[in-house]
């Protein structure tokens, strides 16, 4: 039976009953069920075989809808949702505990809220009179999808249907934000770059190298990672055998690679275009006929930086 479809009816309807669903989003694909029913979300935390100590994001379709279940939103998580809502920017905000259960936020005090900027996924968001619990729908530890073939091909046998809404056009997971002792503090680099949300709240402070930080569990060390070991250029063993190597670059060719193996996320330079490619061409590379991936470095600025932090991640 195909589970891809358009049917945002029928997804509501799932997804009302406490199944799982996978929602489109400009950031990665996500695998989504009522946030309220943990009956409903601990069902995503088994189709991933993720550990219950990795929380989960809420999204909802406006910030009207996010007081139902947040205790108070600040005046500077408000300019940022008015910055840059809907958009690939999560805010950890204080969670009201009659409605959002332990499981989604791992016990913590904070709840993560996302408002997605995808047409069909704010559609479905307006059918239902509950958020969508929803991590990125991948297995645990492997690369997030950006198209609905792409859930389809590690978790088609645990959801119960995938609304196609066209490859994500931001292509990373989104910018997570949080707030401690009157500082913005970043704890994970997303598709909202860092300059950006500095342009609207001043200086912010990035902490996204905690590994054991139960708050951002999306800082695990190894994740996001292919099926094939990755390098970062120049750090590949001596010796390595090229005619056996794949290579992910920027918008240069690898001199030793053949080129049948290599793939250039933006020929034209551009880093947006990159970001938006890099999770497929990492899925590509489980597909080709090599031992090894070497990436390049990406400029450490706008969503390079969140390119450069997914890499490194998936060379572990
Ligand atoms: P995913 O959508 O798969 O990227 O996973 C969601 C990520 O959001 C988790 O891995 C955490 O890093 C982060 N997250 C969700 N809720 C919280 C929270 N309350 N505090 C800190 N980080 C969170
Ligand atoms: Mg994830």
Same mark, same amino acid.
């Given at each position: 039976m195909d589970k891809i479809g358009t049917d945002i009816t029928r997804a509501a309807s799932i997804l009302a009953q406490g199944g799982l669903v996978g929602i489109p989003t400009e950031t990665v694909y996500g695998l989504a069920a009522n946030a309220f029913s943990p009956e409903a979300v601990v069902k995503i935390f088994e189709a991933k075989k993720r550990p219950l100590f990795d929380p989960l994001i809420v999204h909802t379709h406006s910030l009207e809808a996010a007081l139902v279940f947040v205790t108070a939103i600040p005046n500077r998580a408000r300019k940022i949702f008015d910055a840059f809502?809907? #958009?690939?920017i999560t805010i950890l905000l204080e969670r009201n505990k009659e409605k959002i259960p332990d499981l989604v936020t791992s016990g913590l005090d904070t709840v993560a809220v996302r408002i997605p900027n995808h047409p069909v996924t704010l559609n479905l968001l307006q059918e239902l009179n509950f958020p969508l619990a929803a991590?990125?729908?991948?297995?645990?530890g492997y690369v997030s999808p950006t198209t609905a073939q792409h859930v389809q091909q590690h978790l088609g046998a645990e959801v119960d249907y995938i609304l196609d809404g066209g490859a994500s056009e931001v292509g990373l997971e989104s910018t997570i934000v949080g707030f401690e002792d009157g500082k913005v503090i970043i704890y994970r680099l997303g598709g909202l770059s860092v300059e950006d949300i500095e342009g609207v709240v001043g200086k912010v402070e990035l902490q996204v190298n905690s590994s054991s930080d139960p708050r951002a569990p #999306?800082?695990?060390?190894?994740?996001?990672?292919?099926g094939k070991k990755l390098y970062l250029e120049g750090s590949e063993p001596k010796g390595s055998d090229y005619s056996k190597a794949a290579y992910i670059g920027f918008d240069n060719l690898h001199k030793d690679i053949k080129p049948e193996n290599q793939l250039l996320l933006s020929k034209g330079g551009n880093i947006n275009e990159a970001a938006q490619k890099l999770f497929a061409a990492l899925r590509k590379t489980d597909a080709l006929d090599v031992d090894i991936v070497i990436s390049a470095k990406f400029p450490e600025s706008g969503l390079g930086m969140a390119i450069n932090d997914r890499l490194k991640r998936a060379a572990g």
């Open positions: 809502a809907p #958009g690939p991590p990125s729908a991948n297995p645990f #999306g800082q695990l060390k190894s994740h996001y990672a292919p």
